[in-house]
C-alpha cells in the first residue's frame, strides 16, 4: 500500500487511540479513491522505433515521490530528439516520454512534506539532482551530473500515472487550467529562464529565432511582458501572423529572405540586443552571432542534434558579444514563469490531442509544421 506521511502518523496515533473502525475509516479518506494497476501510456524499446500506447503498470512512488494523474502532457521538441535519441546523452529504454506533465497528486510516499493528496502538481524536464553538489548549492540543479530527467531517463508524463520527485515537482495553484499550463512547466519555464539569462534591459529588441514553435511562442509572450520590443524569426506566413498576434514587433521569414542577417538589423536598425535562439537550426544559430548589435547577449537554447555554433571572431571581439548557454530553469524558475501564467501576462497557444496520437505530432514537429504546442489528453 502507499504510505502517506503526515496522514500514516495521524493513523498509527489513531490506531492506538481510537477503535479500530476510525482507524479504517481515516485510512479511506487519506489514500486517492482508486488507483488503477495500469493504464495508458506511450512507449517505445528502441530509438527511433514504435511508439506503442497500450497498457503499462501504474508507477509505485518512492519516499521521495508524488504520484500525479496526468491530465494533460504537453509534446516538446526535446521528447521528439529523445524518442529519436540523437542527443549525445543515453535515454532510458523502454521509455515513456513527456516531461510537461500537469494532473492531480493521487499517492505520496513516507517523506514528501511539500504536497498533499489532492494538490495540482506539474512533472518537469528536471525530476531529481544531487542537492549535494556544487551545482546544486548555487540552485544550478538542472546543472548537476546526476540529474535525472522526466521522459529521458525516468518515464514521463506520456501516461495516466506518472511518479515524480517531490522537491523538484512544480505546484500549480488550485483552480490552474491544467491543459494550458502544461507547455508552461517546460517550453514556459525555459523561456523565462533564457530571457533572464540574456539580461536585456526594458526597450531594448530581442530576436527570438524559432518564434512560432512551442518555445518560441512563449518567449514571444515572456518577453512582452518583461518590457522588451520582439523580433521574430521563424518560416511562412502564418507562422508570422501567429508570432505578430503574440506580440512581435517585426518578423523575419528565413523561407523568404535571402539575407537573413541583412533583414534583422534592417529592421532593427543594426540588431537586436539579444538573441534567444530556439530553432532547430544549426545554421540560424551561427546567424544570430552574427545579426547581434554590438554587445549583443546570445542565448542558446534550441539543441540541433550535431550542431556547433560558429561565431566569426573578429566580429565576436570588436562587438564585445556574449554568448551563453540556458538549460530549462530552477524551482525558483519555474515559480515565477507559473506565477507570468496564472497573472494572465501569458497565453499558452495550444491544440488538443489524445495520447494515442503522439506519433501524429511527432511528424507535424519534425515537419515543422505546428504553431505552438500539441497537447494531450491522457483519457484519450
Ligand atoms: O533547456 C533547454 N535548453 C531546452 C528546453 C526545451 C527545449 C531546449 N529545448 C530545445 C528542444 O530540444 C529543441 O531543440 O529547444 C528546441 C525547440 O523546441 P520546441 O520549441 O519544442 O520546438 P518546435 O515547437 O518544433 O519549434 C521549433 C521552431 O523553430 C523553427 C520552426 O519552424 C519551429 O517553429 N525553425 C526551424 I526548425 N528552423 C528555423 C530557422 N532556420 C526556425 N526558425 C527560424 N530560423
Ligand atoms: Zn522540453
Ligand atoms: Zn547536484
Not at 27 to 54: H, L, N, V
Request: hydrophobic share 40%; with cysteine; charged share 20%.
Amino acid at each position: 500500500m502507499l504510505s502517506i506521511t503526515r496522514v500514516s502518523a495521524l493513523r498509527t496515533q489513531f490506531a492506538t487511540f481510537a477503535k479500530p473502525a476510525v482507524a479504517q475509516q481515516l485510512a479511506r479518506y487519506s489514500t486517492a479513491p482508486s488507483i488503477p494497476k495500469t493504464q495508458k501510456g506511450c512507449i517505445f524499446d528502441t530509438a527511433g522505433g514504435p511508439i506503442e500506447y497500450k497498457d503499462i503498470p501504474v508507477p509505485t512512488p518512492k519516499p521521495n515521490e508524488i504520484l500525479v494523474n496526468v491530465k494533460y502532457s504537453g509534446v516538446c521538441h526535446t521528447d521528439l530528439h529523445a524518442w529519436k535519441g540523437d542527443w549525445p546523452l543515453p535515454v532510458k529504454l523502454p521509455l515513456v516520454g513527456g516531461h510537461e506533465g500537469a494532473g492531480v497528486v493521487v499517492a505520496k510516499g513516507s517523506n514528501v512534506q511539500n504536497f498533499e493528496i489532492g494538490d495540482l502538481a506539474g512533472i518537469k524536464w528536471l525530476n531529481g539532482s544531487c542537492m549535494g553538489c556544487e551545482f546544486c548549492q548555487q540552485g544550478a540543479e538542472s546543472n548537476c551530473p546526476d540529474a535525472d530527467l522526466s521522459g529521458y531517463t525516468h518515464d514521463g508524463s506520456f501516461q495516466q500515472y506518472a511518479t515524480a520527485d517531490a522537491v523538484q515537482a512544480a505546484k500549480l495553484p488550485p483552480g490552474t487550467d491544467l491543459a494550458a499550463v502544461a507547455p508552461i512547466l517546460c517550453a514556459g519555464v525555459t523561456v523565462y529562464k533564457a530571457l533572464k539569462t540574456a539580461d536585456l534591459r526594458p526597450g531594448q529588441i530581442v530576436a527570438i529565432s524559432g518564434a512560432a514553435g512551442g518555445l518560441g511562442s512563449l518567449a514571444v509572450q515572456y518577453a512582452v511582458a518583461m518590457g522588451l520590443r520582439v523580433l521574430g524569426i521563424d518560416g511562412g506566413e502564418e507562422k508570422g501572423n501567429f508570432v505578430k498576434s503574440l506580440g512581435a514587433e517585426f518578423f523575419v521569414d528565413f523561407t523568404k529572405e535571402k539575407d537573413i542577417v541583412a533583414a534583422v538589423q534592417k529592421a532593427t536598425n543594426g540588431g537586436p540586443h539579444g538573441v534567444i535562439n530556439v530553432s532547430v537550426s544549426e545554421a540560424a544559430i551561427s546567424q544570430s552571432a552574427e545579426y547581434a548589435r554590438t554587445l549583443g547577449k546570445i542565448v542558446l537554447v534550441g539543441l540541433p542534434a550535431g550542431a556547433v555554433c560558429k561565431s566569426p571572431v573578429f566580429n565576436h571581439v570588436v562587438k564585445s558579444l556574449q554568448i551563453k548557454g540556458s538549460y530549462v530553469g530552477n524551482r525558483q524558475d519555474t515559480t515565477e514563469a507559473v506565477d507570468f501564467f496564472t497573472r494572465g501576462l501569458v497565453k499558452s497557444p495550444f491544440k488538443i490531442v489524445g495520447l494515442s496520437e503522439l506519433p501524429e505530432v511527432f511528424e507535424l514537429m519534425e515537419k515543422g509544421k505546428i504553431l505552438g504546442r500539441y497537447v494531450l489528453d491522457t483519457s484519450k
